[in-house]
C-alpha cells in the first residue's frame, strides 16, 4: 500500500492511500486537473479512485469533492453534519448527488478497499471535523489536520500508528508578528483553530513509540510558518524527549503544492521487529 500527499494547506488538501490499482483520496480541496495529474504519475486516474474520504467542510478540503462525486461517479464520505456543512458551502457547486453521499460516523469503523478506517472526532471551527485512523495489514496509519487543540483520543490513535501526519500550523512569534488581523490571529490561536508547531512536538513527543517510524507535519501557513521552523520545532520536542530524529523515525514537513515522498506503508511495519 502506498500513501501520498498531494497537497497540504490552506491553497488545499488532498492524500492519496491505496495500491498501483485503488485507493481513496483523504480531502479534495485541490483542482481536478491536479489531482489527475498526481495519479498520472502514480499510474492512476479517477476511474481508480474507490471514494474521498473527507476531514471538515472547509473549502481548503472539500473544493472538488462535488466534481468527483457528479462527474466521476466517485463516493463521498463524510459525517451527517460534514455533510450539510458541504450543502451550504458556497463554493461547492454544483451539490453533491445522493447517490454519491456516504455517510460515517465518528468512531464506527468501516472498510474501503481492504482499509479498516476509523473517523474520530477533531475541534476545529467547522460544522464538524474527523481525524482518520487507518489499519491495513500490519501497519496503521493516523491523519489529522485543522487541529484546534489536542484530544486524548488523538493521542491514543498517534500511539498506535506506525505513520502519522498531524498538522504543525504555526509559529506563534510569527503568527503574532505577522500581517493577519487581530480577529483571525485570535481564531488560529484558539482551540478550534489550528495547531502551533510547539504543540504539534508535544503531543508527538509524549504520544512516541519505538513503532512510529514517519512523521508528515501538515497544514503548514504560509504567513506564519516555514517548513524549517516546524521541523526544528518539532524535532526539538522529540529529541528533549530521547527520540532519534532520522534514525527512530523521520520527520518531514509536506510542501503545500507539490506531491511528497511516496510511501510504502508496509516498509514501515516491517522496520518495528
Ligand atoms: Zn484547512
Ligand atoms: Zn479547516
Not at 489536542?150 to 500581517?179: K, T, W
Request: proline share 4%.
Amino acid at each position: 500500500m502506498l500513501f501520498q500527499c498531494f497537497a497540504s494547506g490552506s491553497d488545499g488538501n488532498c492524500y492519496y492511500i491505496g495500491d498501483y490499482t485503488r485507493g481513496v483520496l483523504i480531502d479534495a480541496g485541490i483542482g481536478i486537473r491536479m489531482i489527475r495529474q498526481n495519479l498520472r504519475a502514480l499510474g492512476l486516474d479517477l476511474y481508480n479512485i474507490m471514494g474521498v474520504l473527507v476531514t471538515h467542510d472547509h473549502t481548503d478540503h472539500v473544493r472538488t469533492v462535488s466534481v468527483l462525486a457528479n462527474k466521476h461517479h466517485i463516493p463521498i464520505y463524510a459525517t451527517e453534519k460534514v455533510h450539510a456543512g458541504i450543502d451550504h458551502n458556497p463554493r461547492v457547486h454544483p451539490k453533491i448527488d445522493s447517490s454519491c453521499r456516504r455517510t460515517i460516523q465518528k468512531d464506527v469503523p468501516f472498510e474501503i478497499c481492504g482499509l479498516s478506517v476509523q473517523p474520530f472526532g477533531v475541534a476545529h471551527d467547522s460544522v464538524d471535523c474527523v481525524g482518520y485512523s487507518i489499519r491495513g495489514e500490519g501497519w496503521t496509519m493516523t491523519l489529522a489536520t485543522d487541529i484546534g487543540h489536542v484530544s486524548d483520543h488523538l493521542a491514543e490513535h498517534i500511539r498506535q500508528s506506525n505513520i502519522v501526519v498531524v498538522e504543525a500550523n504555526y509559529d506563534p512569534a510569527m503568527l503574532e508578528n505577522g500581517p493577519y488581523p487581530f480577529h483571525l490571529k485570535e481564531r488560529i490561536r484558539s482551540g478550534s483553530g489550528h495547531l502551533a508547531n510547539d504543540e504539534c512536538g508535544r503531543l508527538l513527543a509524549e504520544n512516541y513509540h519505538s513503532g512510529l517510524k514517519q512523521i508528515f507535519l501538515c497544514h503548514l501557513s504560509q504567513m506564519n510558518n516555514k517548513p524549517d521552523t516546524a521541523y526544528a520545532a518539532v524535532c526539538q520536542r522529540l529529541t528533549e524527549a530521547g527520540v532519534q530524529v532520522g534514525t527512530d523515525v523521520e520527520v518531514a514537513p509536506l510542501a503545500r503544492l507539490r506531491p511528497s515522498k511516496l510511501i510504502q506503508l508496509e516498509t514501515l511495519s516491517m522496520s518495528t521487529h
